[in-house]
């Protein structure tokens, strides 16, 4: 049976052109450290794709650290700044991916409003209660499971005026929005290969002028002795091939989100009853966490994924488990709909009939189980 | 008109190997067609992501001896080796207040730099020395090792000079004293016989692209019984049952799992092979350069691996002069920068000698003809940067 995949915040396929740098590059040999003929050629694929990155994000091509992705990256920032030989304070939203959650040594949560933005307000007081020079303030630019858009231009302001570090992991807004590192004033910037069409196993860290990092994995020396490992020279020169379509990734995600708006009125048609959680925020156009009150998100799943449709329940992690969404959770939702949404997620290879078949079998399942509630 | 350039002769497989185009071609489906997350296994692409990512899993055990369950991917053999070190150092240090950590001074920079990180989050850390061929002195780390001994690091294989650690010995003097034995074997597994069961190897690091895999891919094997524990390093979404964060890649995951079968399948005869060339390859050199020596034993070591100093000539000269043959005065690192190596200052080799020293790399791609043309280009090279044709023109 071929698949609908609506579930492009957990992983999206691989455009073509990164399909093609990848294979160039997998046809050289070379360690990009070497000195010889062989490794200059490949040091030279890895300096393209250095640039183009930085380019999508506004910022410098020797600001740039290649990871293994945005764990990694996110990782990386959160437990390399150690501005004085120890672990800093970070102020972290309450709705971070859980690799920013879980790296911090020692976190207080910012509060989000009910429509999942960060509390401004409160960002504010807690600042206010002490000295948070050295910090780090930690949000994300868009959330991986309702897609709501977080005033980071603003975070940004408060934060710095409180002599604060700004760390944003971008990985769900990277091709969605034009970014600025350099004008935005953000610190440290984690971006990931896989979520923009990108190969897995890549992601990057952009590490903003004055900002000291220790490095987490030790080794030769590589990305400017923030991240010993041989580069994976193959999947990077596959991130610069997406990096270099920025242009095309807008129009993508402009065409994408029309569709997600058409799904969404027919899924309001289709359940009365449905809620579209964070719509009251601004969103990406490509996110729907589709909450259908009484009727749990596995069991959603298990009735789309029979006829042939991928979705999840809130973020994919950890080997398949569906834990409570502490996202839903932080924006004030219970059980009864935090344990009943789904997350619906397009990008630039989705189609009508991608949406098509996802509406056919959500009014069926709604048919048989929606009434329950 | 100048002659078209031939293609450069590749001769530095330690520090790389070229993907195996079998190894490509099995992760080519997974760069088209399949893109589930792994993790998200609720729906159906998710799962076929998930079976591909154990049947390369199986592959890489069963290339060592060991279970599976015991194998952890990760981005490279860098972060295996951290993981390993710092995480087996934390977990122990915690759990058992043991804070000793016993190593050799020939470790890749990886494997010393952890060391060197816990050395300064207070552990004691002791860095042994070795011979002149490379080979640890079992007698020292018997004396080094403790009650108090979290870990024992020696590598498998030298990424230099090839020299080959006994490593059964060495996992029974750690043992013996209750400590764990993590092996770097970047370049010795899919080399050379590896067997984490027989030879009682708590800790073990792979890289794929050491092995004809791909790059930006690695593994942990973790012993489960008895049962290593680690401080995971990297905190995340819990994948890799907790102990490595971070969505796996498929198709590197596959491709890893497709170097080691390759491996598992071949690597008896290909050393054998790589045996005759480098031999080959050493006696035509040694003609025109008779003094030259050979850097790490005759015996126990890589048969890919040959590490030469040719007194009076300056590597750096000499690799510019090798035009058209990739080889390395050192091991491949920090960005191209060359650093006087410290294995060859660990094995007793003067500054002169460490800047006149050439480490080739021979392996599956490598034919005869390449190996006599390469023979015959560092014979010239050699010999102009000797004042040889000079000499011969008077």
Not at chain 1, 273 to 281: R, T, V
Not at chain 2, 1 to 7: D, E, F, G, L
Not at chain 2, 83 to 107: D, N, P, W, Y
Request: hydrophobic letters at 45%.
């Amino acid at each position: 049976m071929s698949v609908a995949y609506l579930d492009y915040n957990a992983s999206a396929p691989l455009r073509a052109e990164a399909r093609e740098a990848m294979l160039a590059a997998l046809a050289c040999a070379g360690n990009p450290s070497s000195v010889h003929a062989a490794g200059r050629a490949i040091r030279q694929r890895l300096a393209e794709a250095r640039e183009a990155v930085a380019e999508l994000v506004g910022a410098r091509a020797d600001q740039v650290v290649f990871t293994s992705g945005a764990t990694e990256a996110n990782n990386l920032a959160l437990r390399g700044y150690r501005p004085d030989g120890r672990a800093p304070r970070i102020l972290a939203s309450a709705v971070e991916h859980v690799s920013v959650l879980a790296a911090a040594e020692q976190i207080e949560l910012i509060p989000v409003e009910s429509s999942g933005v960060v509390d401004l307000g409160a960002l504010q007081r807690m600042l206010a209660e002490r000295d948070w020079r050295d910090c780090i303030v930690s949000v994300m630019a868009v959330n991986n499971e309702t897609g709501v858009v977080q005033p980071v231009d603003e975070i940004v302001r408060i934060a710095r005026a409180a002599g604060a570090v700004v760390h944003c992991d971008a990985v769900q807004a990277a091709g969605k929005h034009p970014f600025d590192m350099a004008t935005g004033g953000i610190d440290l910037l984690t971006l990931s290969g896989h979520k923009i069409g990108a190969p897995r196993g890549v992601g990057a860290l952009l590490v903003g002028e004055g900002v000291e990092l220790r490095p987490e994995n030790r080794g030769g020396g590589q990305e400017r002795g923030l991240r010993g490992g041989a580069e994976a020279v193959d999947a990077i020169a596959g991130l610069g091939a997406v990096a270099r379509l920025s242009g095309r990734m807008l129009e993508d995600h402009a065409r994408a989100s029309a569709l997600t708006a058409r799904l969404e009125s027919e899924v309001r048609r289709l359940a009365a009853q449905a809620q579209i959680l964070g719509s009251g925020a601004e969103r990406v156009g490509t996110t729907s966490c589709i909450a259908l009150p009484g009727v749990r998100a596995e069991t959603q799943l298990m009735a789309l994924d029979l006829q042939g449709v991928c979705v999840s329940a809130g973020s994919a992690c950890s080997s398949g488990k569906v834990s409570p969404s502490h996202v839903l959770r932080a924006m004030g939702y219970g059980e009864g709909v935090a344990d009943c949404a789904i997350r619906v997620s397009l990008g630039w290879n989705s189609t009508e009939d991608d949406v098509g078949r996802f509406l056919d079998a959500y009014g069926q399942m709604v048919a048989r189980l929606g009434t329950a509630a | 008109m100048a002659n078209a350039k031939p293609a450069p002769i590749y001769l530095d497989y330690q520090a790389t190997t070229p993907t195996d185009p079998r190894v490509v071609d099995a992760m080519l489906p997974w760069f088209a067609q399949h893109f589930g997350n792994p993790h998200s296994s609720e729906h159906a692409h998710g799962w076929t992501a998930a079976e591909a990512v154990d049947r390369a899993r199986a592959e890489v055990a069963a290339l060592i001896g060991a279970k599976a369950k015991e194998i952890v991917f990760t981005s490279g053999a860098t972060e295996s080796n951290n993981l390993a070190i710092k995480g087996a150092a934390h977990h122990r240090r915690q759990a058992e207040g043991r804070t000793r950590v016993v190593t050799v001074a020939t470790e890749h920079k990886c494997v010393l730099e952890s060391c060197a990180r816990l050395g300064r989050e207070g552990f004691d850390v002791v860095v042994l020395g070795v011979d002149r061929e490379g080979r640890l002195d079992l007698s020292h780390l018997e004396a080094a090792v403790d009650g108090d001994t979290a870990l024992v690091t020696v590598m498998a294989a030298n990424n230099e000079i090839g020299v080959l650690h006994p490593l059964a010995e060495i996992a029974e003097i750690a043992h013996r004293a209750g400590a764990w034995l993590h092996t770097d074997a970047a370049q010795a597994v899919g080399k050379v016989p590896v067997d984490v069961a027989e030879q009682d190897i708590d800790l073990l690091s792979i890289s794929g692209h050491k092995i004809y895999g791909p790059k930006g891919i690695g593994a942990l094997y973790v012993r489960r019984r008895p049962r290593i524990s680690l401080e995971p390093q990297m905190d995340g979404g819990g994948q890799e049952k907790g102990v490595r964060s971070g969505t796996l890649a498929p198709a590197l995951c596959v491709g890893l799992g497709k170097a080691c079968a390759l491996a598992a399948a071949e690597f008896e005869a290909e050393a054998e092979r790589l045996a005759v060339l480098r031999d080959r390859f050493l006696d035509r050199v040694r003609t025109a350069a008779p003094d030259l020596e050979v850097n790490g034993p005759a015996r126990d070591r890589l048969a890919g691996n040959l590490s030469i100093t040719v007194p009076g000539v300056d590597s750096d000269e000499l690799m510019a002069a090798l035009d058209g043959v990739s080889v390395s005065s050192g091991s491949a690192c920090s960005s191209g920068a060359r650093d006087s190596s410290h294995v060859l200052r660990a094995i007793g080799r003067d500054p002169a000698a460490r800047e006149a020293t050439l480490r080739i790399g021979f392996g599956r791609f490598t034919t005869e003809e390449e190996v006599d043309a390469a023979a015959g280009v560092v014979v010239a090279a050699c010999g102009r940067l000797r004042g040889a044709a000079r000499r011969a023109a008077v």
